[in-house]
């Protein structure tokens, strides 16, 4: 068994979003987004399809042109290949779960390229 929590060593990055690996499983790695609010993450895509879950805040989640209001303890799934954007509205916790074929440091690339 491993754990992880969501709020341990919790940190904000005054000028990216600050991305953390909490667990790596045989099948997953899953990941916590922080971001304050204003900040972003530019449009971008995964290869693999990707969960993403809510815990604190809320953030307009931007998918084909399209706009969505995500807020505390929403969740939603997206499959790979598709464009999306997000931006924090509120100071925002994100949960991400990556397929194991997918790496953190993509996302970590992702947040650096958003400054």
């Known amino acids: 068994m491993k ?11 005054d000028k990216k979003p600050a ?6 499983t045989d099948s997953s790695k899953e990941i916590r987004i922080a971001m ?7 449009e971008h895509k995964t290869p693999y399809p990707i969960v ?6 809320m953030i307009t989640f931007g998918v084909n042109g ?3 209001e995500i807020k505390k ?3 939603l799934t997206l499959e790979g290949n ?4 997000l931006r924090a ?4 916790i994100i949960r991400l779960s990556l397929s194991k074929q997918d790496t953190a440091e993509r996302v970590e690339g992702v947040a650096r390229d958003s400054q």
């Open 82 to 85: 598709v464009p999306h954007d």
């Open 36 to 42: 304050k609010k204003g900040q972003q993450m530019k």
């Open 19 to 24: 991305v953390q690996v909490l667990m790596d």
């Open 89 to 92: 509205e509120e100071n925002s």
């Open 66 to 68: 399209e706009l969505y």
């Open 52 to 57: 993403v879950e809510l815990f604190e805040g």
């Open 73 to 75: 303890g929403d969740m």
């Open 3 to 13: 754990t992880a929590s969501l709020l341990d060593n919790l940190s904000f990055d």
